[in-house]
């Protein structure tokens, strides 16, 4: 994680609940205005679209990990979401992971298939998240049986 | 750089650290109190935590010397645990460990009557009510820890 | 109008605080840094309206206030105090209105009532 003495950050362990995604966000978003309004902006979605996903998709049971890190000289921001995901979904984010590459230009592909997909989808279902996330950031992902981390770094 | 000390994993809730300034007080007040009353599902925990982690941090902010703070709130055997550590300088370590030790000699409840009645006489600047009120209002047992230019408050309260 | 009235409301950071007739209403967050340069004075404009006014009573309504830090509750002693020191014609009683289901104020406002003796009272608002 970035490490600088000009650096925050923010690491918080909690079971699986819509309701504190906003406060979690908001918080991290103030915080990371010393880097900037457009790296702060970004961490906002970026975050919001990890968690809306790991409460979505993950586990009822076992805690999230968010581990943010955030340096105001660097203008630079990573985060970590870490969760137990429901096996059934696991197979379904590589594939997404995997459509949407490592360049920006598929990422906004993939979010521009994505959009066109909206309609052919079951209600509350959107599949944009992954999308939206790796335009705003450099995304990895890694799967260790049912253990999902997701790392978005933001510049 | 001495981190806070370790702790089991899984009891970890929040770990912040950030630069000490005066404008991230509230927020981290909310944002804390808010957790804690998510995690605990009691909102008079949340209110405690909310007033000692915004009471904790000031002190950090005043009495420090600007360069780091960190906060660490845990859930512990049936208790929830606030951790805030930052730099100072030494001599302000000492004079918080006197002040520290003057108001532990005393029962929380006297320690706070005993602060509100010389309140009045102190400088403007200083009202000499965080610990006291942390300890009597937030319902909390205090440590303290100083180790060359740091200090580490610990307060641990039922939940 | 009342003297009260005169007292002009003190908006600041996050914070709002109105006096009308015989009540003082705190509304928002009380956490700056050094509320003995902004709270403090105005409450001692209160002070004096209150005792020009020659009120027995004056009402605190805290049901809209968030939090209060320690610093504040340091103007609300400085505020006992100068009650205190007024000759008892002139002296009066503070009722703070408090939210029942807010920690912070039932136990704060216990140690002001404690401190205050005879000047402070505290009621649990609807």
Redesign the interface.
Known sequence: MLDD???????????P?W??IE??R??VV??AG?AGEKVAGRVGIVLQELLENAVKYGDAVS?IEVDISIS?VRKQAEVRVANRAQMSRIALLRKEYEAIGGSTETANAAFARALQRLQRLPQGSTMLGLARIAMESELTLQINGDQVIMTARIS | MTTLAEGPPTSRLVELRFKPLWLYVDEVREFCGFFARATFEDPAIGDRVGLVVHELIENAIRYGDEKELELRMERLEGSVVIRVANTTSDDRAQRLAAIFAEMMAISPGDAYARALQSAAGRPSIESGLGLPRVRCEGQVDLELEIEPGRVCITARGAA | MSSLARVEPLVLDGVEITAQRDVVAMKGVLSMRSPSETVTPFLRRVHVAATEAGLKKLTVDMTELRFMNSSSIRSLVDWVEWIRKEPEARQYRLLFVTKPDVTWQQTTMSAIRAFGGEHVSVQNGV
């Open positions: 003495r000009h650096s925050t950050s923010v690491v918080v362990r909690f079971s609940a309701e504190k406060p979690l908001q918080y103030a915080s010393g805690h105001s």
